[in-house]
DNA sequence: AGCACGCCGACT
DNA sequence: GTCGGCGTGCTC
């Protein structure tokens, strides 16, 4: 800016520049701040809003001019980190417009690290200072000599190094001989080597990490899906793609649908590379995590393993984004913004120009449109690695080959098991249902248990003598006496959970060790994780299982995976339910002979005409998705995306809610609903971004496109003025 | 009268 | 998201 001479004006005092900041607040436009300095967009800076001080982030929009003087506040600190970089603020107006969210909750996400922005403590230690202790001890000797090269030591790990009480530490520092200093925070990150430990690969593998290497050395926007089957080595496949980017000198992130599925590959990164990369997400301690953002932004972090909010890091240079197991339904956010982590992935990478890589051995329906119709590139491994063949897969038919009354586990697949028993082998039997039995009803009076909140059926859980809601969490004491008619011992338990089929399974083999892997088991992670290593230890011969073990894990003794009802989940009305199961049961018969030897998958079905169960026993994948693709083409659906509803509006909050809840119960379900509010569905609908269709609730008459928009239209609207639902798809996103 | 609670709008 | 203001309705 200069004056009418040509000069630039003097520097007056302090509020000459005002700058755009957007604040982690439910708002889309950034307010207008002054401040002594111009600052570039990307900086991270403190400002006061109403009565606190919140973090926000110099944004691109040019300052509302129109603000008066008076209401413009000053900025009120400037961080010393690095700026926001641009890609990362272009996804943040991106997804904030696809999600139907506010650009300031988006940037929240990003900013969510308090720590991280002051420099970090120094860390308090203790040094020799050559001065000797009146009273020379063993434990005293000990310590001093380990103090004798002149290091800086922590006071527990000195202790513990030295295998002496904390107190002797203090004794010494106490009479001169150490000295409390302050060292600054070690913030070294290891560098990863990308010619450490090269994997052999094998032919299809080897053109398959070429094809990414060249992706990632063409450096600028592409998706490939690696679709391989389980055990095909997809992993070493994509780790190709990292340490080209690594060669390159940029940033990679690594995206995994769940918590407990990353510490196999951090450990699968180290030793490729030699060292480990860095971890992010919510279970990660607050220091640490502080430690990985500030790493990210300065670039000093080369690799990243994390869960779906890892995409919202400020990484200084991203280079590759990889998303494992990109089918994974919990890549899907539903609470405060709900987005898609592996969707908004491709984003990131095109915001970017770099490349994104979705790897499964059940790639998502939609991604599989996504690679035939040409916007992603398929790398495909057909077969397993040498060493292991895929598991033979059969169907029972339960009409015919069925149990006796009052057990669920067909003579086929108890011969099986005991087969499998004698030659000191495991076995799984897989049932995808928690509790002991999914109703319990009186013999007497018919009367079923249902939860008050959602009307599903209460199921029975034995071990903790609770009725217990699936839906909502709602849990009761299992009654002796039934309350509606109040007959003693009348209340029978009817279908099977995982409990009833370890009974079962008890009951059959008296002399085997039984071990059942349900998340509802008392414990927690420690427990598991513990059981998990006693099944690789050989520790257990009979596993029974809810969809827990179809994760991660390998069970290398295991030969037969027996599905007890492998046509739960078929019919529940959830559009993607046959991708689900085929998916769930691909996975779980897969685990079996997965370390070598041979493995064998039994399924237990009324429909072994399905396209779902013939896919699964004829092993052809691609049939499989032919049949689903038509399938969905003939109930009108589309292939991609999700199917979803919006709640209009309704009388008030909580009945809209309601009608949300019941409506996700209905047909369509978990995954497959959204909730929007009034305002953010009537925008949806009207930019067409998404179809719809009245449901039974709405005014037939009404035109509603025509309606949103006078509603829209009409300024403050009265609260409840519209009640309608409508269900929606959204459109191919890129 | 005094206050708990829920709703709503503003925040530059 | 978080705060303060304000209205409703219930209790000491």
């Known amino acids: 800016m200069t004056d009418l001479f040509g000069t630039a004006p003097r520097a007056s005092g302090r509020r000459d520049h005002r700058v755009s900041v957007l604040v982690p607040v439910a708002v889309d436009a950034p307010y207008t701040y002054a401040s002594d300095r111009a600052l570039a967009p990307g900086t991270v800076v403190a400002v006061p809003l109403g009565t606190r001080e919140v973090l926000g982030c110099v944004w691109d929009d040019p300052p509302d001019e129109t603000i008066g003087h008076n209401r413009i506040r000053e900025v009120s600190r400037i961080f010393d980190c690095p700026p926001i970089a641009d890609d990362l603020r272009r996804f943040v107006d991106w997804v904030a417009a696809w999600t139907l969210g506010t650009r300031g909750m988006i940037l929240r996400m990003v900013l969510r690290v308090p720590d991280a922005l002051e420099p970090e403590p120094p860390i308090k230690a203790v040094r020799a200072t050559g001065t000797a202790p009146e009273r020379r001890t063993d434990a005293r000797a000990r310590v001093l000599e380990m103090m004798s090269d ?385 099944v690789a230890d050989g520790g257990v011969d009979i596993i029974v299982g809810t969809q827990l073990v179809a994760k991660g894990h390998t069970f290398p003794n295991l030969a037969l995976v027996g599905v007890v009802d492998a046509d739960l989940g078929l019919a529940n009305g959830d559009p993607r339910a046959a991708e689900r199961t085929f998916q769930l049961l691909t996975q779980v018969t897969g685990r079996a002979g997965r370390t070598g030897g041979t493995g064998e998958g039994m399924l237990q079905t009324y429909a072994p005409e399905h396209p779902v169960i013939k896919a699964l026993v004829s092993g052809d994948r691609e049939a499989f998705y032919r049949e689903e693709v038509a399938a969905r083409r003939n109930a009108g659906l589309p292939p991609f995306g999700r199917l979803a509803a919006i709640v209009v509006s309704g009388p008030d909050k909580h009945e809209a809610e309601s009608y949300a809840r019941a409506l996700a119960r209905a047909a369509p379900r978990s995954d497959a609903v959204e909730v929007l509010g009034p305002a953010e569905a009537a925008l949806a609908v009207l930019r067409g971004r998404y179809r719809f269709r009245l449901l039974a609730r709405a005014p037939r008459s009404v035109d509603l496109q025509a309606y949103l928009r006078d509603w829209l239209a009409a300024g403050p609207r009265p609260r409840g003025a519209l009640k309608c639902m409508v269900d929606v798809d959204p459109q191919s996103f890129l």
């Open 150 to 534: 002149g290091m800086a030591w922590s006071k527990s790990g000195l202790a513990t190094a030295a295998g002496v009480s904390p107190s002797v530490v203090d004794g010494l520092v106490a009479q001169g001989c150490l000295e409390a200093v302050l060292i600054p925070p070690s913030t070294a990150y290891a560098v990863p080597d990308p010619e450490a430990r090269p994997p052999k690969l094998f032919d299809a593998q080897r053109h398959a990490a070429d094809s990414l290497v060249t992706a990632v050395a063409a450096d600028r926007f592409s998706v490939s899906l690696l679709d391989g089957v389980t055990g095909s080595g997809k992993t070493e496949v994509f780790l190709e793609a990292v340490a080209e980017t690594v060669r390159r000198g940029r940033q990679s992130l690594i995206l995994m649908p769940e918590i407990s599925l990353t510490n196999v590959v951090i450990d699968r990164i180290e030793r490729r590379f030699a060292a480990r990369p860095a971890e992010w997400h919510s279970a990660v301690p607050p220091r640490q995590r502080a430690r990985v953002w500030r790493g990210v932004a300065e670039g000093r972090v080369p690799i990243v393993v994390g869960a779906r909010s890892a995409l919202f890091l400020p990484f200084a240079d991203l280079g590759l984004v990889i998303v494992d197991e990109e089918h994974d339904p919990a890549y899907k956010q539903e609470d405060r913004v709900s987005y898609h982590a592996r969707d908004m992935a491709i984003v990131r990478g095109r915001e970017g120009g770099f490349p994104v890589i979705l790897s499964s051995a059940t790639p998502s329906i939609e991604s599989r449109v996504n690679a035939d119709q040409g916007r992603y590139r398929r790398l495909h491994l057909p077969t397993r690695i040498a060493g292991s063949e895929m598991p033979e897969v059969t169907a029972i038919d339960m009409r015919r080959d069925g149990p006796e009354q009052g057990q669920w586990i067909s003579p086929r697949l108890a011969s099986a098991a005991e087969r499998v028993l004698a030659d000191g082998r495991q076995v799984l039997f897989f049932l995808n249902r928690r509790g002991y039995a999914p109703l319990t009803l009186c013999r007497t009076c018919g009367h079923r248990f249902v939860c008050p909140n959602c009307s599903t059926w209460l199921v029975d859980h034995r071990l903790r003598g609770r009725l217990e809601c699936h839906h909502c969490g709602h849990s009761e004491k299992r009654p002796e006496a039934c309350p509606e008619c109040g007959d003693l011992d009348s209340l029978v338990a009817c279908g099977p959970g995982v409990e009833r089929i370890a009974e079962e399974v008890r009951a059959r083999h008296p002399d085997s060790r039984i071990l059942v892997l349900s998340s509802d088991l008392p414990g927690g992670s420690d427990r598991l994780r513990r059981e998990l290593q006693l």
